[in-house]
Each structure stands twice: as structure tokens, then as C-alpha cells.
């Protein structure tokens, strides 16, 4: 019983290979969060290292998504870090979407949940490996560009809405 269990196991895994899986980006820049906002050069390179892969279109798959189902894990989990968070659809949102997403960058990055530890897991993407000097930088350059945003729009303008309560039912 048990060979019959490991040699199903086998064969699905030879033929989940043969699964294509679709890794192309949007090769769009329009709504990129640089046409509305300033990156300095060294926040781009902090950016580019340890957040675009799963936050922007400019995703680089490592090697190792050839093999299934590691693939297909890897592209749901960037498509799910791209529905929280994406630099190449930034602009795109209401600006107290944008406001607020500055503020997760600033609580995610400081509490050290971003970028997650399963991707600098064992070396993996040693470029995002942020040092604290490094996550000040994106938390300063984050409230940088909250405190230029109100500034420039209306406080209501920057503040999210309360969702409305649930039916009780």
C-alpha cells in the first residue's frame, strides 16, 4: 500500500511539471510610485533588493520556480504580496490609499515583518537583508512622502474611511 502511495506521489510530481505556469509581468510603468513620488537613488536600490520582487512587476523568479509545486507556491505568494502592495500600480490608488500603504511601509518595515523572513531564509536574497540602518532609510523616506502628501492635499483627502460594520445577523 505504501509503494502504491509514494509511486502516485511520484508520478503527480513528474506530471505537475509539464503544468505551465504563467510568470509574465505587465511591462506598463505608468502608475509606477516614482512618477508621483520622489526615490532617491539608494531608497530605489533598497526597493529594488528587498521589496520588487514580490511588490511590482519587475519580479525575478529564482531557479528554483521551475520545479512544481515550489512554483506555484511562489507565484501565489507574489501575486498575494502584490494585492497588498504594488510600486508598479502605486499611483493608480486614491491618495488615501497611497497615504495608508505609506504607513504600513512604515509599520511592516520597522516591526521587521517586511520582507518576510522565509525570503532571506538560509541566504536566500541575501539583497534583502535589511540592516536597521537600512529599514530607517525606507521608514524615513516613507514618512517623508506621507508628510510631503499632506502638504499638498486636504487632510480629509489622506485619511481612510471607517468600513461600515458588518450585518449582524
Known sequence: MIKKIIYALAVILVVIQFIPMN???VNSNEFEISKNFEVPDHVATLLQGACNNCHSHTTTYPWYANL??????????????????????FTSLPLRVQNHKFEEIVEMVESKEM??????YLGLHPEANLSDADRRVLV????????????????DSLKMRPRPAAAEQ
Open 23 to 25: 510568470n509574465e509581468e
Open 68 to 89: 512544481q509545486p515550489i512554483g506555484f507556491w511562489l507565484k501565489h505568494h507574489v501575486d498575494e504580496g502584490k494585492e497588498h502592495l504594488n510600486f508598479s500600480e
Open 115 to 120: 520582507p518576510l523572513p522565509s525570503y532571506t
Open 140 to 155: 524615513e523616506w516613507a514618512k517623508e512622502q506621507m508628510a510631503k502628501m499632506a502638504a499638498s492635499y486636504p487632510a
